[in-house]
């Protein structure tokens, strides 16, 4: 009897899931808004859990490094908010001191390219010319485009048309993009003031959730819980970390050589491959692109001396640098890193790439462990 009773409970309960598994088919594009909804109201919070999330990085080296010596009456009460203050302080200096490195040298380039585009023009037209001469027949083809007859009065009323039915889809979409800045602004700020609670509470809030998840979970459930977060925490924490120093040597690296080969813009495009560098597998050649196109500008034999460079460089970072200090940090094997690259650059773009080499290394690690597990007791048996 207790059997059946038993075995009744496990229908019911196969029945109620399947229940709301149909309900959810039905309502998806209703469930789908409802979740949308949730998201966009709670994506200043969440914007918040990921700043507070790479600050404490900064954070908990301020505090276990430089305070770790700081003991007395105050020690406890103040050794938090100080190192909050001194992590935000870090972080406003490296974004001024990053940004008076670079904003020279972005002014001279973007002057140097309003210089070549009249000269490009001016050369077009020359080489133009030559081949009108050397082809009458070209220039007999400009002749005719030239003598067309142009309907001024269409040319009129398509003004006016524009101005009667485009203008206001303009100021519509002016509007909304203003709106879309002000309130992308709005959840910065709300987050970046949600963040500093949430580091200066850190500890009270996993409390918080320990207690809960040990409330309503089992004990081997929550236990397992407790371990996946804590291994998703330790692979976001070493990929952040040696994603960071990896772009950074990789950058300082072509400052170095950049400057050694007189090349110009070096530390400009020495930044901007570090803040790309920061994108796994593919970030380093955007700003290869980017700094060969301004080169180019200047000097086209740098440019193909540059591409040579970066070449080189990111050999020497690929087969040295990167296995030595991010392949290790989240113990992904370099096939299963492109695959996740692929697949979160595939649903959520730049971020997905970010997020999805350590969710993987998580998935990968676990999988591992549970391989292990199960090929130890069939050993042992």
Known sequence: MEFSKKKMKQIVLLMVIAAILVL?????????????????????????????FVLNIVMNLI????????????????????????????????LVFLISMVVPQLVRAVSDVVKQVPLGINRLMAELDILCQKY?????????????????????????SFFKNGFGDVLNSTIGIASSVVSGFTNLFIGLVFSVYVLA???????????????????????SVLYVCALLNKNFTNFITGQCLEAVILGTMFVIAMTIFRMPYAVMIGVLIAFTALIPIVGAFIGCVVGAFLILLVNPWKALAFIVLFLVLQQIEGNLIYPRVVGSSVGLP????????????????????????????????????????????????
């Open 63 to 94: 505090e276990n490094r430089i305070l770790n010596k700081w003991t007395g009456k105050y020690a406890d009460r103040f050794k938090r908010p100080v190192s909050i203050v001194l992590t935000f302080v870090f972080i406003v200096l490296l």
């Open 24 to 52: 959810c088919v039905i309502n998806s594009q209703g469930i789908m808004n409802a979740v949308g909804l949730v998201i966009k109201i709670a994506m200043p919070f969440i914007t918040g859990c990921a700043i507070a």
């Open 136 to 160: 009458p027949e070209l220039q007999q083809q400009i002749d005719v485009l030239s003598n067309i007859g142009k309907n001024w009065d269409s040319i009129v009323n398509n003004i006016g």
């Open 334 to 381: 370099a096939m299963w890193v492109l695959v996740a690259v692929t697949i979160g650059g595939s649903l959520f773009g730049i971020m997905g790439m970010l997020i999805f080499i350590p969710l993987i290394s998580t998935v990968y690690a676990l999988l591992r462990e549970c391989v292990n597990r199960r090929n130890e007791r069939k050993y042992i048996k």
């Open 201 to 223: 509470q850190k500890e009270k809030l996993a409390g918080q959730v320990k207690r809960v998840l040990s409330a309503f979970l089992p004990e081997k459930i929550n236990n």
